[in-house]
């Protein structure tokens, strides 16, 4: 097998022999283990406790959002590294572009003031708004976008976990900020990556596909880079490496970006993920068709087969039970491949569970509600897949269930 730079590491840090086996190396480490114990007593927690003793198996329904960021830098090696070994079946690479318009691994095109170090570094004074200390009752701020680098000068960042000190007064200071639920431990010395190094790590690491083309921050076309080149070249890498398209599912929350692959590359575009942002309408509802820009119906009409909006727009509460919403239902109802995010993205459940589960809070109030939550997306609701912060908890579950 020839490696890549990145899967050279990858080796480095799994062994060889477990990028040879998909399945060698793999562990659930404590976490779902200690989520099971915060559970209420009932018939779920008594399965989940009877699957304590099963060997890990890698699966498609565990996907890593970002590879592991729960606790790793995202979109690094280390986070990706630490999501196959946990099991996760798919791996993703949100894409953007440099100045140079070549692709890489970011979650935003203006993300770099947040995710590295770049405001401590000289190329900060090429960010769109370089850092700016607080004062008084203003905030620290700062813009950093990887059109501002070229491909050469973005590979020369640090990446780091995604927070910011906003009552910064030095750009140093404002590199911190990590949530204390997550943690700096795994932070130093990682390893960022082109979305070309992102194929060739997942497919040594035996995981599979799903990368996210992100809205640029920047006018398009953008110095003759059109918006469909951009999704066109997203495709083109993994065409160039030999990748089938029934490895890969494509997101976007552009619709016309789903579309033209559609159009365009109908086999990869026959697995492309239109991702639902439709919360920001105003007036919308889950649970209110006529809020609703499309129908499942029309959605699959145009060609769809995979929507993935968040996991709270696909449940709501009847008779103090979680259920499945309207938009579950009718998704179902138009035969619409279902995946969601983002499991553990956040932290401690004890609040109700913050934005991701805001139609399901009153019935939140432990840890490992992360667990109830699941199984009633994967049972009731159906889904084919979980973006996961720790992908081990959803393999357990995955493993356990014969998912």
Known sequence: MKLTTPTLLAAALLGSSAIADTNAGLTYGPRPAYLISQMADGALKDKLLSCANQTPTRTDFSIG???????????????????AQMGAGILECDVTFTADHQLVCRHAQNDL????????????????????????DASATAECRTSD?????????????????????????????????????????????????????????GAKFTPELKSPSVEMPHNGFSQQDYAQALINEYKDAGIPASDVWA????????????????????????????????????????????????????????????????LTVENGAMVPSA????????????VTWTLERSGPLGNGGGWYHQTVTDQISQDGDYF????????????????SDWPATTTYYANCMGL
């Open 113 to 136: 003031h947040t995710t590295t170090n770049i405001v401590a570094t000289e190329l900060g004074q090429k960010c769109t708004t370089p850092f700016s200390p607080a004062q008084g």
């Open 65 to 83: 959002h970002r590879g592991a960021p729960l606790m790793f830098p995202e979109h690094t090696v280390e986070s990706n590294v630490a999501a």
């Open 149 to 205: 680098l070229t491909l050469a000068e973005f590979q020369t960042l640090r990446p780091k976990m995604d927070a910011a000190d906003s009552a910064a007064t030095s750009a140093e200071d404002y590199l911190g900020g990590t949530a204390d639920w997550r943690t700096d431990l795994y932070a130093k010395n990682a390893t960022l990556m082109t979305h070309a190094e992102s194929i060739a790590l997942f497919r040594d690491l």
């Open 251 to 314: 997101q976007s929350f552009n619709l016309e970006d789903v579309l033209y692959w559609i159009e365009n590359e109908p086999e990869f575009g026959a697995q492309a993920v239109y991702l639902m942002d439709e919360y920001d309408i105003e007036g919308y509802s889950p649970q209110d068709p006529s809020t609703w820009p499309n129908t499942m119906a029309e959605l699959k009409d145009m060609g769809i087969n995979y929507i993935a909006p968040p996991l709270w727009m696909l």
């Open 327 to 338: 938009l579950a239902t009718a998704a179902k109802d138009a035969e619409l491949e279902i």
């Open 372 to 387: 109830t939550v699941l199984d009633v997306l994967a049972q009731d609701v159906g889904i084919a897949g979980m973006f």
